[in-house]
């Protein structure tokens, strides 16, 4: 069973700590709030990916780069989709890896 007020409390709360894994999983909950909503208002998610990074998060890495390939929250750049999904994928995120073994697929 979900408790989605309690994981936020303790999400928050673990960035307020500076985990960056928790600003990051925060960034991938409000980008799945707005994809579900049909908004085009990604600003939240932006945050917390970015907030993510400075903390060192590489999921957040391949997050951003995510919204910059599919263009949400941000124009369509996939130039900033490679550099992000290739830092994420040097630092070992597998999900990065896949990204960006897929962009230089196609």
């Known amino acids: 069973r979900v408790h989605g007020a309690a994981a936020r409390e303790y999400l928050e709360a673990a960035a307020a700590a500076r985990s960056g894994e928790a ?3 925060l960034g991938h909950l409000e980008a799945e709030a ?3 909503a049909g908004s085009s208002n990604y600003s939240a998610a932006l945050h917390w990916y970015r907030k993510g990074i400075e903390a060192g998060s590489h999921s957040a890495m391949n997050g951003l780069g995510f ?3 599919h263009g949400q ?3 369509p750049d996939l130039a900033e989709a490679r550099k992000w999904f290739l ?3 040097e630092a070992g ?3 990065a ?3 960006i073994g897929s962009m230089f697929f196609n």
């Open 23 to 25: 600003m990051a999983t």
């Open 97 to 99: 890896q896949l990204n």
């Open 87 to 89: 830092a994420a994928a």
């Open 93 to 95: 995120n597998p999900n």
């Open 67 to 69: 919204l910059f390939m």
């Open 73 to 75: 929250g941000v124009e």
């Open 34 to 36: 707005a994809t579900v």
